[in-house]
């Protein structure tokens, strides 16, 4: 089994910066996609980015194309959500998933974090 722990939510103005990390455990971590996706209050979990265990491929959805970067240290069992150019359409709760397929489907991870708050004021 893998267990996820996410970390790095806050508050920030619109324009900045959060870093989230999701450290997760067990030896199958480097054989996993990681995906990160958000749920605003009342709406449905959508998808934000995916990384392939080697660091490859990487995907965003359009949404947050040139302003979020997806990352791992596989030796530190960690992932980053680097997210920059924050707007208050932005603030979710921020949950990392994996999964042993590549999707963006939220229904399809096995494995989930308790969540991050991102709050982005204006």
């Known amino acids: 089994q893998v267990q996820l722990v996410e970390s790095g939510g806050g508050l920030v103005q619109t324009g900045g910066s959060l870093r989230l990390s999701c450290t997760a455990s067990?030896?199958?971590?480097?054989?996993?996609?990681m995906a990160w996706f958000r749920q605003a209050q009342g709406n449905e979990r959508e998808f934000v980015s995916l990384?392939?265990?080697?660091?490859?491929?990487?995907h965003y959805a359009d949404s947050v194309k040139g302003r979020f970067t997806i990352s791992k240290d596989n030796a530190k069992d960690t992932v980053f959500l680097q997210m920059n150019s924050l707007k208050p359409e932005d603030t979710a709760v921020y949950y990392c998933?994996?999964?042993?397929?590549?999707?963006?489907?939220?229904?399809?991870?096995?494995?989930w974090g308790q969540g991050t708050q991102v709050t982005v004021s204006s």
């Open positions: 998933g994996a999964d042993l397929s590549i999707t963006t489907d939220y229904r399809k991870y096995d494995f």
């Open positions: 067990g030896r199958t971590f480097d054989s996993y996609y």
């Open positions: 990384i392939g265990s080697r660091g490859y491929p990487t």
